[in-house]
């Protein structure tokens, strides 16, 4: 196989390398958060964390841990660059997406380091392409300080119940508002559209509810247009927990399985669009 | 009176009419509320189609996951409340403005037309599934010893670029046929599809009533739980129009339908203006009065009636032809009327409502011709027409 013809010299210069049987694995899951071009990359011993933000209000994590990858080499402790995901998918997908099973693209990813650009070499069937992308200096991230012991509200729902709502939301609507509560709605989804509002319910003791604690009523607007894409991680989705936390923030987070069973994860911040109160 | 749940719909141009009446027995349960329909024979209210379909759309996911929906009007806060309890504990609520409307209702005699089919369903979907989905007008033409369906192009050269059908039908083929007068009549077909389907989809048959040229077709269904209508005005023959004089010394614009479906746009703007109900089915000869066109086909309009109306006598003044404010052509928002009637109590039977039939648009502003229409409650009790048959 050509990508093994790399001499020991370029592979000893690469700070990290990432590869995967199935491109898929990877492209899969960053489709999940690739609403904006530029994502930033941050690799530690554990694994790949890619971050895509929108307007300071939004940022999209995928995780994708070390075992994940047939193999996953870091020689720092983390390293970090930022690059156009568009192109990075274009990519990982140059080969067209062919769903011929047993066929896939194969992906070695390396890079060298600051001022290099990214590595990819992908095959399939044979051919074997080589893409290299300018990366840039990478943003810090916003830290949403969105920490578990501020949590007042959390539910876990299956995927299956909330992709529905999520795909006919009514998007003439501005905002999207989640209130959740011990007592009934429990765990509401509302839009207020130009020809009438909507609500989605969902009771604490329905069979697709496989968590509910909520301490106490909180009902939250967020931007729909910032929301909107996190559509696609609950597509990719089998479960996944919603929570908010004392300032009302959100923190949407994703079990996803890739093509061969394994977990990643996708998560979603986002910030309240304006402060309804807290009764 | 009996209770019911009539729900209208009209085209901008008022070429295409089409109601359903459900009744109690069509649902679960029916419950008006007795105290806001002591002052008046009827809730009457009127939704923007485009908000309501979206809500039925997804078949797949009606039948596979809702239980149950719920339809009540909220006077008080003039909202139309569709609920869906699905499996797993899930509801859906949409709550949707309404507007307060007279309902519509179209005039026609159906009792009076000379010709009238029915045939099942299935049959007059096999018919319809040859003719491209993108064919906008056919001519059914009637004979005593045929009954032909084929497509119709405006165009002299129509037929050179398009593709021609024609289907002949033995009058065996139907169910009941009744030929009064030997005529050719043309409208529109992708108007008249939603309904073919729902028949189908019931297992109902269909009538057709129609005259001659120029008058209005209707296509009706019923059974115990609903009765279903579609009144599609027709083309009139340029052969046998004569000229007449315009009344009031207003000019006549003669409109040439360019296209005869309009695409339903999503422009903002008034609704449907208002039409009125009649309180009780209300039946009016036809005063049979062929309006001029001096060169061109032309379509008539639909007769919209208000209750308590005197009708009035035909004119030839365009866009008071009609007895309800004509929408100009750039509202091109269709309008979904709600009217339940009171009556006794009662009780029925249902699921989810079935997609209702839907008119399209036409582009044209309202022509110089009128039509009066009687619709009646019963139309097969009215059809008094001679039968013929080889």
């Known amino acids: 196989m050509p990508l093994s013809t790399q001499s020991q010299a370029d592979i000893d210069q690469y700070i990290l390398i990432a590869s995967l049987d199935n491109a898929r694995n990877l492209s899969n899951i960053l489709k999940a958060i690739s609403f904006k071009d530029h994502a930033i990359f941050n690799a530690t011993q554990n694994g790949l964390k890619v971050t895509v933000e929108d307007s300071k209000c939004l940022q999209a994590n995928a995780f994708i841990q070390a075992d994940i990858f047939q193999e996953y080499t870091i020689k720092e402790d983390t390293v970090g660059f930022q690059v156009n995901l568009t192109v990075l998918l274009d990519c990982l997908t140059i080969f067209g997406a062919s769903t011929t099973p047993g066929v896939c693209t194969a992906l070695r990813m390396c890079y060298n380091g600051y001022g290099y650009p990214l590595t990819l070499f ?74 009438g509002n909507a609500h989605y ?78 009764e | 009176m009996a209770l019911k749940l009539a729900v209208r719909t009209v085209n901008s141009s008022q070429s295409a009419y089409a109601c359903f009446y459900f009744t109690p027995l069509f649902f679960q349960k029916y419950i008006p509320d007795p105290d806001t329909l002591k002052d008046c024979d009827a809730v009457k209210c009127k939704l923007n189609i485009k908000c309501v379909l979206p809500l039925f759309r997804c078949v797949a996911w009606r039948e596979r996951s809702v239980d149950r929906c719920e339809i009540t009007i909220n006077i008080p806060d003039s909202r139309v409340i569709f609920q869906f309890h699905c499996r797993h504990g899930i509801t859906k609520t949409h709550n949707l403005g309404y507007q307060e409307s007279e309902a519509l209702q179209a005039v026609f005699p159906a009792h009076l037309c000379p010709n009238v089919l029915k045939a099942q369903s299935k049959l007059l979907g096999d018919i319809v599934v040859h003719f491209p989905i993108s064919q906008e007008e056919v001519t059914l033409s009637i004979s005593s010893y045929k009954v032909a369906l084929k497509t119709f192009y405006e165009e002299e050269n129509g037929c050179i670029n398009g593709m021609n059908t024609e289907l002949m ?222």
């Open chain 1, 122 to 195: 992908l095959e399939e069937g044979g051919v074997v392409t080589v893409c290299k992308i300018n990366t840039q200096e990478p943003e810090e991230p916003i830290d949403f300080d969105f920490c578990s012991t501020n949590v007042t509200n959390k539910v876990i729902l299956q995927s299956e119940s909330l992709k529905e709502a999520f795909s006919e939301l009514d998007m003439t609507s501005e905002v999207l508002q989640i209130t959740m509560s011990p007592s009934h709605p429990y765990f509401r989804l509302s839009t207020f559209g130009n020809s």
């Open chain 2, 169 to 390: 039908l033995h009058p065996d083929e139907f169910d009941y046929f009744q030929v009064g007068e030997d005529s050719a009549v043309t409208f529109c077909l992708k108007e008249l599809r939603g309904l073919l389907s729902f028949a189908e989809s019931y297992g109902l048959p269909i009538s057709c009533q129609f005259g001659i040229a120029g008058q209005p077709v209707s296509f009706s269904v019923k059974d115990m739980t609903l009765e279903a209508h579609v009144v599609l005005s027709t083309l009139t023959d340029p052969n046998l129009e004569s000229p007449s004089q315009p009344a009031h010394g207003d000019d006549c614009h003669v409109t040439i339908p360019k296209t005869s479906t309009v695409e339903v746009s999503t422009s903002e703007g008034p609704m449907e203006a208002d039409v009125s109900i009649a309180d009780e089915e209300r039946v009016v000869s036809s005063q049979g009065s062929e309006v001029f066109n001096p060169a061109l086909h032309m379509r008539k309009m639909i007769q919209l009636h208000a209750p308590g109306e005197i009708l009035p006598r035909p004119t030839f003044v365009p866009e008071s032809a009609l007895t309800t404010p004509i929408t100009p052509a750039t509202f091109k928002i269709r309008s979904l009327l709600f009217g339940a009637m009171l009556s006794d109590g009662g009780d029925g039977n249902t699921a989810d409502l079935p997609s209702l039939a839907c008119g399209s648009d036409t582009e044209e502003d309202g022509g110089s011709e009128e039509t009066q229409v009687a619709t009646s409650a019963n139309l097969k009790q009215r059809m008094h027409g001679r039968y013929c048959r080889m």
């Open chain 1, 201 to 278: 319910d969902y009771p604490k003791d329905s069979d697709m509810m496989e968590l509910f604690q909520c301490t106490k009523l909180q009902t939250n607007r967020y931007k729909i247009s910032l929301l909107k894409p996190s559509t696609k991680a609950l597509a990719l989705s089998c479960k996944v927990s919603v929570r908010t936390d004392s300032r009302g923030f959100l923190s949407l987070q994703y079990l996803v399985r890739n093509d061969d069973g394994q977990i990643c994860f996708v998560e979603y911040y986002c910030c309240p669009d304006e402060e309804v109160g807290e």
